[in-house]
């Protein structure tokens, strides 16, 4: 493989010294970039673009072409694995992705099926191949998916939902018929994020989106147990160095500690918790990722670089930041504001890290 040119992405995570703070953004290949709404518009529709590997590829580097980012992330969608576990996912215009074939019944989860990774997801894998072959080195390659919970929402509630309440209500009335569907889950995503792994990518994450809905209790029996199994059982190490892996729970800062705890690498972090309460929290167990908010970049260019500014000087210096967003990047951002978000972070960022 080609040698990494720009590892400070990898370092971060590892916690290991870095000239200025890495920065990358959630979704940043979306449709806040004319690029990309053109690239989706040749391809058709959203689920034609995921599946051909030269258009992932292509929408992947898109914003590495207008902006000095420090990581690349895959191009795909998290309910690529329901989908291959037979689900028949479909995305309608204005209603976001919905499923031919929800769980709604114990015989519904009892057909599921690991998927043959290379034969289902074999699409994705060839992404990650072309895509490090593209980037030639520039920057590392993110490989990621949904956590088994976050699945288990969209698949047993066949779409997006805003109350949660056929998941739940599994959850609660049939916590046995939940654990049994998370259980595939966790198998489905260890596998599927080791095939990354093994076609090239050099750190992965688990966007667990909506772990934050649960209570305490409940988080740690039917989300973050299955993440830290994922954990566990993942490639550390290939191509001669290490795969830092990322947890990261929308609105989970109330378990920091024990999301830090499950052996990862790097948490990520909304913006509704500072970041340097929680580095106080953690310590030197973890990097931590965020946490800007998304909308700050509908700001002017000198109120971005005021709050780039303030959230550094809340982490500190030292090792172990990697600057993001809170979440992903929102459709209608002026591209230009993505670009004075970018240059602030590593303009502003070296003196924390003489």
């Keep these: 493989m080609t040698e990494l040119k720009n590892d400070r992405f990898l370092k971060a995570l590892l916690r290991e010294p870095v000239d200025m703070t890495p920065v990358w953004m959630m979704r940043q290949a979306g449709r806040y970039l004319p690029e990309y709404r053109k690239t989706r518009e040749k ?38 694995i329901p989908d291959a576990m037979g689900l028949g996912l479909y995305f309608e215009q204005g209603e976001g992705p919905k499923f031919e074939k929800p769980i709604t ?16 997801l074999g699409y994705v894998m060839a992404a990650v191949s072309i895509i490090r072959r593209e980037l030639d080195g520039k920057v590392p390659l993110i490989g990621f998916s949904g956590s088994p919970w976050t699945l288990a929402t969209y698949m047993v509630e066949g779409g ?9 209500g599994m959850m609660f009335d049939r916590p046995d018929l939940m654990h049994k569907l998370l259980d595939k889950l966790a198998d489905t995503v260890t596998v599927y994020l080791n095939a990354q792994i093994a076609s090239g990518a050099q750190a992965v994450m688990i966007f667990d989106t909506w772990g934050g809905i649960l209570t305490p209790r409940d ?12 954990v566990e059982n993942l ?5 001669g160095r290490k795969v830092p892996v990322v947890l990261f729970t929308k609105n989970g800062h109330c378990w ?21 309460d929680v580095r106080k929290r953690v310590g030197d167990r973890v990097a931590l990722q965020g946490n800007m908010d998304p909308t700050v970049l509908y700001a002017s260019h000198e109120r971005i670089r005021k709050e780039v500014g303030l959230i550094l000087e809340s982490y500190g210096s030292g090792p172990g930041h ?31 890290h003489r």
């Excluded at 990697?322 to 502003?348: K, R, S, W, Y």
């Design 256 to 276: 920091i500690e024990d999301i830090a705890n499950t052996g990862c690498d790097g948490v990520g972090l909304d913006w509704t918790v500072d970041i340097g």
């Design 105 to 120: 019944r114990p015989a519904d989860v009892d057909a599921l099926f690991v998927p043959d990774i290379e034969e289902e």
């Design 219 to 230: 988080y740690k029996e039917f989300s973050l147990q299955y993440m830290q199994r994922i």
């Design 43 to 80: 391809a058709g529709d959203f689920m034609t673009l995921c599946k051909t590997p030269d258009l992932a590829c292509e929408v992947t580097m898109q914003p590495l072409r207008r902006y000095d980012l420090d990581a690349a992330i895959l191009f795909s969608d998290i309910l690529t």
């Design 322 to 352: 990697v600057f993001n967003l809170g979440h992903g990047i929102q459709q209608n951002v002026d591209p230009e504001h993505a670009g004075a978000f970018v240059n602030a972070v590593h303009e502003l960022s070296k003196p924390y």
């Design 160 to 168: 997006g939902t805003k109350d949660f309440a056929k998941v739940k």
């Design 235 to 239: 490639t550390r190490e290939a191509e």
